[in-house]
């Protein structure tokens, strides 16, 4: 499953839509649903609709699911209020979360700040982010893979992991879908 972010309206040129249909030319059954008004998204709203769309994957084979930017915060919004359905998901790549400072200066966002991360999450997760992303200029290791104990892939110029920076077709990201072990690197240079 892959969750976008805030004001994504899923164009195909993004890492997300080349992802999904990779991953379906491969076989996989992949879910990348359109969550409710990606401009002005209600965290309430989001939260049902990740509930719902994860337990349409119980019993699916391995379920995987990446969470980008807003979705990011959502999957921690989740696992703070203990949400159950988040048991059906085997493991979690949260992609460039933004930090709390600069959700709160977005009003459209405010609500998706990062719960406190006093809980544990319930299941295998990772964290990949830039070095330089303007959505979380505290750092993503710092803020979110160190207090949650899990592992982090710092990518060096990768901003917020998106089309701005250059994340159009992104091949590690495929392989850590197919292969946990899978080292997250950045995409590959484009040809001038």
């Known amino acids: 499953m892959i969750l976008h972010g805030w004001q994504n309206h899923r164009p195909r040129a993004h890492w997300q839509h080349w992802l999904a249909d990779r991953l379906t030319a491969l076989g996989h059954r992949v879910v990348y649903p359109a969550l409710p008004d990606p401009d002005d998204p ?15 994957l119980d019993g699916t084979g391995e379920r995987v699911v990446l969470a980008h930017s807003a ?10 209020r203990g949400m159950k359905q988040l048991r059906y998901a085997d493991r979690v790549l949260l992609v460039a979360p933004p930090s709390g400072s600069v ?8 609500e998706f700040a990062p719960p406190a991360l006093d809980f544990t999450l319930p299941g295998p997760a990772r964290l990949v982010a830039g070095d330089d992303d303007p959505y979380c200029p505290e750092g993503a290791g710092r803020l979110f893979a160190g207090p949650l104990g899990i592992p982090a892939d710092i990518l060096p110029g990768a901003a917020h992991l998106d089309l701005d920076a250059g994340y159009g077709p992104w ?8 292969n946990s072990t899978t080292p997250l690197t950045p995409r590959p240079p484009t040809a001038a």
């Open 103 to 110: 959700a709160a200066r977005h009003p459209e966002i405010a």
């Open 171 to 178: 091949p590690a990201v495929l392989d850590w879908c197919v």
């Open 71 to 80: 979705s990011a915060l959502l999957w921690l919004h989740a696992a703070a």
């Open 42 to 56: 209600g965290l309430a709203v989001w939260l049902g609709e990740l509930a719902r769309h994860l337990e349409e």
